[in-house]
């Protein structure tokens, strides 16, 4: 039995596990707002495993590969911090984002234009992110230490 929840361990499964199933997660790290969208951009994402046993992994890792993506394990204890790193990357790029559409709006530009001003920046600011080197990928000027 496999759950496909990024924060829940392999406890939530111990009904199953005491009834003699092999458990695991296979967590698509991927943001989906309909079945469509997830049909579109599931090849290419990565997914996090977790299993009870070798053989249910070796079965998940391939699960992974078959559909288009790669993978990544995710030790017990590593859930909590896998998932704050998901949270952080997706949701609260959509919190930033929009916030600068509204402080834009306060200058009287459309949601729509706006979204079309910051899409090149935002794409800009991504593809600098995943340039080799340093992994941040901006001005550290004004960034935690």
Known sequence: MVHTSGALSLDVLEGARRAGAEVGSFHPCQAFATIEQA???LSGSTIG???SSEGLRALLE???EDIGCSYVRVPPEGK????AAAVFASNYMVTLVDVALRLLE??????????GLLSPLLR???ANIKKPGDPSGIDRTNSPR
């Open 39 to 41: 049909l579109q951009n």
């Open 49 to 51: 495993i977790e299993a």
């Open 62 to 64: 391939r699960m992974a």
């Open 80 to 83: 909590v911090l896998y998932h």
């Open 106 to 115: 306060r200058l009287d530009i459309e949601r729509t234009a706006a979204m």
């Open 124 to 126: 800009g600011t991504l």
